[in-house]
């Protein structure tokens, strides 16, 4: 903890956010969560996008602030678009749940997607699970095909079915 402290009292972005893990956690330091969340605060203010994703979490879980599911989408949002791949993660869990946002499945599959595609697996898992049968996902939007042979939710559809579930990822 002394060498991150070291950093962000630096300026250094990335180690006011890994010293607000420290806190969050009370590795190496007294835990305190407050501490952690100022440390993010002021990680993800400065475009750190680690910092934005643990005060997603904070927000999320309500930990040392009101929990905010709105604000831990946003935040989610801001650190997925810096390449933050659990970001993209949970913001998908968001949309798929509607969390703080409202549910959109299409969304929710493009970001299960773009975290797969980078390597997430667990990203994977969850798109398998959301076109089980069951799921009921095979909505009207993910049904409609456009011009490009590609269907909304970024599913290739078979122009005789239209069945999204029968086919294969793009």
């Known amino acids: 903890a002394f060498l991150f402290e070291r950093a962000c009292d630096g300026d250094g972005l990335l180690g006011c956010a890994n010293l607000g893990v420290s806190y ?27 910092g934005c994703h643990n005060l997603g979490s904070m ?7 009101t929990e905010d599911l709105a ?5 989610y949002w801001r ?8 970001s993209c993660l949970n913001l998908a869990v968001s949309y ?3 969390e703080g946002v409202a549910q ?21 898992d969850r798109i ?8 009921a996902v095979a909505s009207a939007d993910a049904q409609v095909t456009s ?6 939710a970024g599913w290739v559809v078979d122009s005789e079915t239209t069945d999204p579930l029968s086919e294969a990822l793009v």
């Open 24 to 50: 969050e956690h009370g590795d190496g330091v007294m835990q305190d969560p407050a501490r952690a969340v100022s440390l993010y605060e002021r990680a993800c203010g400065g475009g750190e996008m680690l």
């Open 59 to 65: 927000y999320r879980t309500g930990t040392a602030v």
């Open 71 to 75: 604000a831990a989408a946003s935040l």
């Open 79 to 86: 650190a997925c678009e810096g390449s933050v791949l659990l």
């Open 96 to 98: 798929e749940l509607g």
């Open 104 to 124: 959109d499945l299409a969304t929710a599959v493009n970001l299960y997607l773009r975290a797969c595609e980078s390597g997430l697996t667990l990203a994977c």
């Open 128 to 135: 398998g699970v959301i076109y089980e049968p069951a799921a």
């Open 147 to 152: 011009p490009d042979g590609f269907g909304r």
